[in-house]
């Protein structure tokens, strides 16, 4: 399992503190500052109209209840990043764009990399290839070409992957053989020390999508639960200790940037 708290943090940490902050457990530190600092990492979600929150009633998608739920606790906190905002609440920034393959995704991504470098990547795209039927056979390898491309960018970056839905009415056998394919990725970046990890999409329910690919607020709420309970386990365990601790002043207000042009969503 990757560390949620990447190299990068690391070193900005070896930066801002010295050799102090290196030699001090969290808990001194914090005591001998006289502040209660929690680790705050920069989270891109990235993927498709999913991502950005088709069919939900906030037009947050997952984003919000995850948002929700990190606040909900104190031993992290996050800041979304992106170029794309939607969703009334305090992190709407994302870069879901909606009707994309995972080609177009790959195409963009490294300006956004670029504008707004994150921490941790939370990874949900494929279901349009799916159900376009666009190479369908082949879609597994553009996603590994899709990973490969965000490491080149950003070789301390942490992707969690989420599988495509299981029970996405009409592609159960296509989603399945590729999230078999997907779920195969994580040996194979674990060898190239790159810090990825899968996780199963929820099976949702026929109450639980708005539409024939996009869940509703309480399919949302559940996509949402599987991303938190992964950065969750991040820091359980040996993981807590090897947590680094950063600034934990929010970042300063996103400007909304200029967006690309989309495809008419599915």
Same mark, same amino acid.
């Given at each position: 399992?990757?560390?949620? @708290? ?122 349009? !290839?799916? =159900?376009?039927?666009? !190479?369908?056979?082949?879609?597994? !390898? ?5 990973? !490969? ?12 992957? +989420? ?15 590729? =999230? ?5 990725? #994580? ?8 810090? @990825? ?18 869940? =509703? ?10 991303? @938190? +309970?992964?950065?969750?386990? #991040?820091?359980?365990?040996? +993981?807590?200790?090897?947590? +680094? ?17 989309? =495809?008419?969503?599915?």
């Amino acid at each position: 399992m990757p560390r949620l @708290f990447p190299r990068a943090l690391a070193a900005l940490l070896s930066t801002a503190c010295g050799a102090l902050c290196l030699l001090a457990t969290p808990a001194a530190a914090q005591e001998a500052s006289g502040e209660h600092s929690i680790p705050v990492v920069r989270v891109m979600p990235l993927g498709d109209s999913i991502t950005a929150g088709v069919g939900s009633s906030t037009k947050a998608g997952y984003r919000m209840p995850l948002w929700n739920l990190i606040s909900g606790q104190s031993r992290y906190s996050a800041q979304f990043v992106g170029s794309q905002r939607d969703g009334d609440f305090a992190q709407p920034w994302h870069e879901g764009h909606s009707g994309w393959l995972i080609g177009d995704i790959d195409a963009h991504v490294d300006q956004w990399l670029a504008a707004n470098p994150p921490d941790v990547i939370l990874l949900h795209i494929g279901i349009n !290839d799916l =159900n376009r039927n666009v !190479d369908v056979a082949h879609a597994p !390898d553009r996603l590994a070409a899709l990973l !490969d491309r965000i490491y080149t960018d950003a070789p301390d970056v942490t992707v969690v992957l +989420q599988g495509l839905i299981p029970t996405t009415p009409g592609l159960q056998g296509a989603v399945h053989a590729f =999230n078999q394919r997907a779920r195969q990725l #994580e040996p194979v970046e674990s060898r190239r020390h790159r810090q @990825f990890d899968y996780i199963d999409a929820p099976a949702l329910a026929p109450t639980e999508f708005a539409d024939s690919l996009h869940p =509703n607020d309480l399919g949302y709420a559940r996509m949402a639960e599987a991303y @938190f +309970q992964e950065l969750n386990g #991040e820091l359980d365990g040996p +993981q807590a200790a090897k947590a +680094q601790i950063t600034d934990a002043r929010p970042a300063a207000p996103q400007e909304p940037k200029s967006q690309l042009p989309v =495809n008419a969503c599915p």
